[in-house]
């Protein structure tokens, strides 16, 4: 008796935490509503709990032009996408997908590169990213400061085609086909590849940062054994604050390795602003007005604003299950989603983040990248082909459409149900489709009543 009482405090924290109706651990909130996704972990201190309010601040709060009064949140543009992270990752979820009407969505954004072609090109975009426009840079950017020419005007058109189950239901897919008009710099190149990105949600991103590198190893050393066609790959990306090459974790193609770097990137690319990690503006060498427009100092982004801004976005819960759904999660293991959306973890011990430090979580990603077929392809980045992505993790699905205002599911939102979204996978995983393709209607509702529940 003694002997079990000793070993009790052992037992029960993995007994207690490992429970899949909390997929965030201690992090998950009761909350399920409007305000899922925003909620902070739920076992943050006071301390800990201000600092996210101030990051939210950030997070939230439209910056403005310089010259302006308010020197804090100033140095937005000259060229950008919109003033605000909130702007695109609406309630902490999901942005909206692009609409073949005038109005402009701006949530949904469009990576530009060129394909590497020189053994010169190749290394470097190997090692440090996609090779951008010459004129256009990396993303196209259809906002811009007074003074300055915006780049232009996205258009989107959507197609669409009918699939049909074994059981005769019939299924309409839609993808959309991108175009840049209204160019106020000249042509794109040649070779331009456009990748159009949703904003994903932001939940849980501080658990992912600290699963441990060696699960993720470990993933692909055992994909690499699969006598199928699944073998996930970890993409190697370049670290600036380490000056090295790291395991890629953030961004539809993980081509961000942490969350610090991530979000600076976003302050860069899609807000116009500078920090320590991207210190010089957007313009190209060919954006005259947009080199000499005033800017926000030096830098406009503090590397204070930078760490409340990390600490909010490391400490976004994931919100509670209400219920588990057995059949439809054997049939999600039977037909193999479960090799790529790997279900759980156990995060690394770490004293500096007590609230992720060792939380048994279910994120339902190896975080690797899978070529999901040429219906799908955009752009290289770093190790990822043009048909690459990384897999998405699964917390949460079922909680888009309260979040949302429709659900805009895979890369560029093309996928309106969960359903859809299987169907849009090939490559890799075209053995899944074929799999659920053949499911009869009551074993397809089970699969489906899984993945809402998350
Ligand atoms: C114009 C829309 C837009 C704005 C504004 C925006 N984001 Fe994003 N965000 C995106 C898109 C699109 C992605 C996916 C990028 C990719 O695939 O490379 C993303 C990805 C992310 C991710 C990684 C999420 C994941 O699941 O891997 C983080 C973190 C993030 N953004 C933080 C921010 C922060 C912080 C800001 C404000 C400084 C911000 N974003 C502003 C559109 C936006
Ligand atoms: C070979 C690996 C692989 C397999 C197998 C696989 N998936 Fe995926 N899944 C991915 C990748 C990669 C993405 C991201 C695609 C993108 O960004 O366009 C994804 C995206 C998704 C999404 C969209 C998530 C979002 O946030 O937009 C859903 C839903 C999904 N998968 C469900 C499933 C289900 C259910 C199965 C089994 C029937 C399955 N997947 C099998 C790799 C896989």
């Given at each position: 008796?003694?002997k079990?009482?000793?070993?009790?405090?052992?037992?029960?924290?993995?007994?207690?935490?490992?429970?899949?109706?909390?997929?965030?651990?201690?992090?998950?909130?009761?909350?399920?509503?409007?305000?899922?996704?925003?909620?902070?972990?739920?076992?943050?201190?006071?301390?800990?709990?201000?600092?996210?309010?101030?990051?939210?601040?950030?997070?939230?709060?439209?910056?403005?032009?310089?010259?302006?009064?308010?020197?804090?949140?100033?140095?937005?543009?000259?060229?950008?996408n919109?003033?605000?992270?909130?702007?695109?990752?609406?309630?902490?979820?999901?942005?909206?997908?692009?609409?073949?009407?005038?109005?402009?969505?701006?949530?949904?954004?469009?990576?530009?590169?060129?394909?590497?072609?020189?053994?010169?090109?190749?290394?470097?975009?190997?090692?440090?990213?996609?090779?951008?426009?010459?004129?256009?840079?990396?993303?196209?950017?259809?906002?811009?400061?007074?003074?300055?020419?915006?780049?232009?005007?996205?258009?989107?058109?959507?197609?669409?085609?009918?699939?049909?189950?074994?059981?005769?239901?019939?299924?309409?897919?839609?993808?959309?086909?991108?175009?840049?008009?209204?160019?106020?710099?000249?042509?794109?190149?040649?070779?331009?590849q456009?990748?159009?990105?949703?904003?994903p949600?932001?939940?849980?991103?501080?658990?992912?940062?600290?699963?441990?590198?060696?699960?993720?190893?470990?993933?692909?050393?055992?994909?690499?054994?699969?006598?199928?066609?699944?073998?996930?790959?970890?993409?190697?990306?370049?670290?600036?604050?380490k000056?090295s090459?790291?395991?890629?974790?953030?961004?539809?193609?993980?081509?961000?390795?942490?969350?610090?770097?991530?979000?600076?990137?976003?302050?860069?690319?899609?807000?116009?602003?500078t920090s320590?990690?991207?210190?010089?503006?957007?313009?190209?060498?060919?954006?005259?007005?947009?080199?000499?427009?005033?800017n926000?100092?030096e830098?406009?982004?503090?590397?204070?604003?930078?760490?409340?801004i990390?600490?909010?976005?490391?400490?976004?819960?994931?919100?509670k299950?209400?219920?588990?759904?057995?059949?439809?999660?054997?049939?999600?293991?039977d037909?193999?989603?479960?090799?790529?959306?790997?279900?759980?973890?156990?995060?690394?011990?770490q004293n500096?983040?007590?609230?992720?430090?060792?939380?048994t979580?279910?994120?339902?990603?190896?975080?690797?990248?899978?070529?999901?077929?040429?219906?799908?392809?955009?752009?290289?980045?770093?190790?990822?082909?043009?048909?690459?992505?990384?897999?998405?993790?699964l917390?949460?699905?079922?909680?888009?459409?309260?979040?949302?205002?429709?659900?805009?599911?895979?890369?560029?939102?093309?996928?309106?149900?969960?359903?859809?979204?299987?169907?849009?996978?090939?490559?890799?995983?075209?053995?899944?489709?074929?799999?659920?393709?053949?499911l009869?209607?009551?074993?397809?509702?089970?699969?489906?009543?899984?993945?809402?529940?998350?």
């Amino acid at each position: 008796m003694k002997k079990i009482l000793q070993l009790l405090p052992l037992i029960l924290p993995i007994y207690t935490f490992s429970n899949p109706l909390l997929p965030g651990g201690q992090t998950s909130q009761p909350f399920i509503n409007k305000y899922s996704f925003n909620q902070e972990a739920n076992n943050l201190t006071l301390e800990e709990k201000l600092d996210f309010s101030v990051g939210n601040g950030f997070f939230k709060n439209p910056w403005i032009f310089s010259p302006a009064t308010t020197i804090a949140r100033d140095g937005l543009g000259p060229l950008f996408n919109t003033n605000s992270c909130e702007k695109c990752h609406i309630q902490d979820g999901r942005g909206e997908r692009l609409v073949q009407t005038g109005t402009q969505k701006v949530s949904t954004l469009i990576r530009l590169s060129i394909p590497a072609v020189t053994s010169e090109q190749i290394t470097n975009q190997l090692k440090y990213g996609p090779i951008p426009d010459p004129i256009y840079g990396g993303q196209f950017q259809p906002l811009s400061s007074p003074n300055v020419p915006a780049e232009g005007v996205v258009n989107v058109i959507w197609h669409s085609k009918i699939e049909i189950l074994a059981d005769n239901t019939e299924i309409e897919l839609q993808w959309p086909e991108i175009s840049l008009n209204q160019l106020q710099y000249g042509e794109l190149n040649e070779q331009i590849q456009l990748s159009p990105r949703i904003a994903p949600a932001m939940m849980g991103l501080g658990l992912l940062e600290q699963i441990d590198e060696l699960d993720i190893l470990q993933n692909q050393i055992n994909q690499t054994h699969r006598t199928d066609e699944i073998k996930g790959k970890i993409n190697w990306v370049w670290d600036r604050q380490k000056q090295s090459t790291s395991i890629g974790k953030f961004g539809w193609k993980a081509s961000q390795p942490t969350l610090n770097q991530q979000n600076a990137a976003a302050f860069h690319g899609d807000l116009g602003l500078t920090s320590s990690l991207f210190d010089h503006p957007t313009c190209t060498n060919h954006q005259t007005a947009c080199l000499q427009a005033p800017n926000g100092g030096e830098f406009e982004v503090s590397n204070n604003i930078l760490a409340f801004i990390e600490h909010y976005t490391r400490h976004l819960n994931v919100p509670k299950r209400s219920k588990l759904e057995p059949e439809g999660e054997k049939i999600f293991h039977d037909a193999k989603c479960a090799i790529c959306h790997r279900p759980s973890y156990i995060t690394k011990t770490q004293n500096k983040l007590p609230a992720l430090s060792n939380q048994t979580i279910y994120p339902y990603t190896d975080l690797l990248l899978h070529d999901l077929g040429p219906l799908l392809a955009t752009n290289e980045e770093f190790l990822a082909t043009q048909s690459q992505w990384r897999t998405a993790p699964l917390w949460g699905l079922g909680k888009h459409k309260l979040v949302s205002s429709e659900i805009a599911l895979l890369h560029d939102g093309r996928a309106t149900s969960i359903l859809e979204a299987i169907l849009w996978h090939g490559g890799e995983a075209q053995e899944s489709v074929k799999i659920v393709k053949q499911l009869s209607s009551e074993q397809r509702q089970s699969l489906l009543a899984f993945l809402e529940s998350l």
